[in-house]
Structure formats: C-alpha cells, structure tokens
C-alpha cells in the first residue's frame, strides 16, 4: 500500500477506490503506439481531443512519459497534417513531432452517435485533454462537469487563450495574440529597442503545453492519493504570463540600469570573418573582468567607459572591441577557455538546428528519434525513467478499429456500421 493511502487511513479516511489504470490494463503491459516500452505514466489512458500546436504537444509529453494516448481527428483531420513539406499520407514533420507516440482516430462529432463514441471513450480514460473554444464541449455533452461527474476520477483539462471564463473567454487566440496580450512583446520593445516583431517559433503555444502537461500529472498524483481528479483551465496568456522572469520586477517598478543576467543584454559577437558567436554575461556590467581577460586594462580609464552610464551609452563601441578581439582566436574553443579561465562569462556558437543534431553531444544524448514515417524528432521532454518517444506515426483514422475493439469491446459489425454512418472516418 502506498504511503499517502496509509496515512489516510490512519487519519481515517477511507482508502481511495482502486484506480482505473488497473481497471484498464492490469499488467499495465504497453499497448500499441508506445509497444514495447514501459514509462512512469503506463497504465495511463488519455483521449487527445486536441489539434495544432498547445493540446499535441502537451498530450505528446504524457505519450513520452509512457501514456497510452489516443488522438481524435475531425474527418478532415488535424490542421497540421497539411502543413508543408505535405506528405500523401498525411504524416507530415510538423504533424509527426507534435504527436508522435499517439494512436490515430478519426469520429465526426457532427454525425449521429458520434459523441455518444467518444463519451464512452472518456469513460475508459484517465485524461480527457481538449482545445475547443468554451462552450464547444458542453454543446456534445462532452463537457468536464458531464464526463466528471460520469467518472469522478478522470482529468479534465481544457486549453484556451483566455480562459473558460471572464471578459475575454470568447475572445479568438492563437500564439500571436498570446505574445501580444502577456506583455512579453512589450517588454521586449523597451528592453532591446527594437521594434516589435513576433518571434519566429509559437512560444505560447509551447508554454501552454509545458503547463497543461505539468498540470495533468499533478491532478494524476492527486486522483492516485484520493480517487478525485478534476478539471484544469489552462490558459494561453496565463502562461504566458508566468514564464516571463521579470513580471513581478515590472509591477514592483521595474529596473533601470546593466543587469548582467537578463538575457536580451548578452550580446552577439559578428567577428570580422563572418563568424558569430554569442556572450553569456553583459560586458556593461562585467566589465572589469572582461578588459582583464581581453588584457585590455586602458580601457579601465577610457571615459567612453568609465561607469555604467557611460558603457550603456557607448555599448555599441564596447561590443565591437570585443569582437575584435574574440576574432583573433582561430577556434572557438580557444577562446571559450580563455574566457572562462579569466572572467565570469562563457559563450555559445551560432548554430542551426541541422548543426546540432550533427554534433557529438546531439549524438551523446540521443537527442532525435526516428519515427516510423521516418522523419526525425525531439526523443523526450527529459532522460531517464523510460521517458521517450515510441515514434509511431499513423494516417487518419488507421487505429479505429483497434482502439475500439481493445478500449470499448466494440465487434466489426458494429464498426463497418459505424464507418457506413460517417461516425468513423480514415485515409484511404
């Protein structure tokens, strides 16, 4: 017995009923899509109602930690299946490294009986994840209060960019809004100076994944300990919001001045051949110990640079010294040691992803799997535990028939009936 039932019923409280993992597998043997894997969430079962970026990813991260994760498409499946390079089959890169792992249905909610299918689906899950616009669900009677209520122990968890309440819940939100409305655009601006552009990745949508993904074994721990699950709200801006390190310095009254940690002050070195490599550290406010390690101590009585105010004024100046001098260095390593050895900075080399996964440390950490469309993506949110990526990639609809038979015992009358209805839908 674990030890948070023992201290329940020592505080007694009755122990938790059975959970329905053991309902589900028993062994807790993996199933198809992780075969062969055991991670510390088997046993685990999760119907994926999500598309795009934020609900995948998040859902990808429970299939990683070895839940077993079923993806359910609309008939014209997940937006991202058409994203280029497009693929005959539908599995494209963007596709594959959102949700790679999963198993791949297809139900139109539309048709008749189709979310009477998927309520029973939920009923035999331990995670319902969805990223509808609120009201959506409940419209399908596929709503938290509805599917808790039939199974008290499940998770629910709702993804949107405003929330499924308050002032702006209706409001349309992608990851561009979210980095418009978090404040992190703004902050951006009057940090750098620079005019506001969005950056070339979703970070809201990734933030949003982190979170829900972080959230939902949270209230799996909880619903273990107690036999009560419940619904997560999760929130694009919120998210947002609570990755940016500086917000509460912000409403405090922010700061003016050098900060050597704050990461748009590191700046990037253009050497004169072309190369570039990037500081960790802000020469303004380390100064002293770079002109010591660049054996540049005239630049201590330079009134270009004599304190803070004057550095920051005259940044530009100082950086291209810098520069100067890490270009007289051959190799990067070179002068990553130097610059180790004498002053509190290290630094990084520009690189592109295709450099990365080519270098030996990509190799040393198996940082890329292969998936089984054979396109290559990111193996796991950590290392350890039997934490990763099975790979498996499917088309449209290719697992209705075995998660149905498995998961709800359904024959193949029944499904031919259900793919006649259009309730079943998968590439062909």
């Known amino acids: 017995m674990g030890g948070a039932c023992r201290r329940l019923q020592a505080a007694g409280v009755a122990a938790p009923p059975k959970r329905p993992w053991t309902r ?12 062969g894997r055991m991670g510390p969430l088997t046993g685990i079962r999760v119907l994926d109602l999500t598309r795009v970026v934020a609900g995948p990813l998040a859902t990808r991260i429970l299939a990683d930690q070895g839940a077993e994760v079923i993806k359910v498409e609309p008939p014209e499946g997940d937006l991202s299946r058409t994203f280029p390079p497009l693929a005959e089959d539908g599995v494209t890169p ?3 490294q959102q949700n790679a792992g999963k198993r791949f249905c297809s139900v139109d909610l539309s048709a008749v009986g189709g979310s009477d299918l998927l309520a029973d689906l939920a ?3 331990d995670v319902v994840v969805e990223n509808f616009r609120p009201g ?3 419209r399908f009677g596929l709503d938290a209060d509805t599917l808790c209520e039939r199974s008290p122990a499940l998770v629910y968890c709702s993804i949107t960019g405003f929330g499924q309440d308050g002032p702006w819940a209706d409001r349309r939100a992608y990851a561009p809004i979210g980095h418009l409305e978090s404040g992190l655009l703004e902050y951006d601006e009057r940090k750098t100076g620079r005019t506001p552009q969005q950056p070339a990745i979703v970070l809201g949508d990734v933030a949003t994944a982190l979170m829900a993904a972080n959230s939902i074994n949270a209230l799996l721990l909880q619903a273990a300990r107690t036999g009560q699950g419940g619904r997560l709200d999760v929130c694009m801006v919120e998210s ?3 990755i940016q390190e500086w917000v509460s310095t912000e409403l405090a009254g922010g700061w003016d001045g050098a900060n050597a940690g704050s990461c748009h002050e590191a700046p990037i070195l253009h050497l004169p051949d072309g190369r570039c490599w990037g500081l960790g550290g802000n020469p303004v406010a380390w100064f002293e110990p770079l002109t010591g390690a660049m054996g540049r101590d005239d630049l201590l009585d330079d009134p270009r640079f004599a304190d803070l105010v004057d550095r920051e004024a005259n940044k530009s100046e100082l950086i291209e010294l810098v520069a100067e001098w890490a270009g007289t260095f051959a190799r990067f390593d070179d002068f990553r040691d130097e610059l180790e050895a ?5 630094v990084a080399e520009l690189r592109s992803i295709e450099d990365l996964a080519a270098s030996p440390w990509a190799e040393h950490r198996e ?7 054979g396109f290559r993506v990111p193996s796991r949110p950590a290392r350890g535990a039997g934490i990763g990526t099975s790979g498996h990639l499917a088309p449209l609809g290719a697992d209705n028939r075995a998660v149905l038979v498995e998961v709800l015992g359904l024959d193949h009358d ?15």
């Not at 597998?25 to 075969?35: I, K, P, Q």
């Not at 004498?342 to 290290?346: D, L, M, Q, R, V």
């Open 24 to 35: 589900h597998f028993g062994s807790l043997e993996a199933v198809s899509g992780n075969v």
């Open 94 to 96: 963007y596709f594959a």
């Open 123 to 125: 009923a035999r899950c």
């Open 136 to 138: 959506v669900m409940a």
């Open 240 to 242: 947002m919001v609570y």
């Open 342 to 346: 004498k002053s509190p900075f290290t």
């Open 367 to 373: 940082l890329f799997t292969e998936t089984s469309a």
């Open 414 to 428: 029944r499904l031919d009936a259900l793919t006649a209805a259009g309730v079943l839908t998968a590439h062909t």
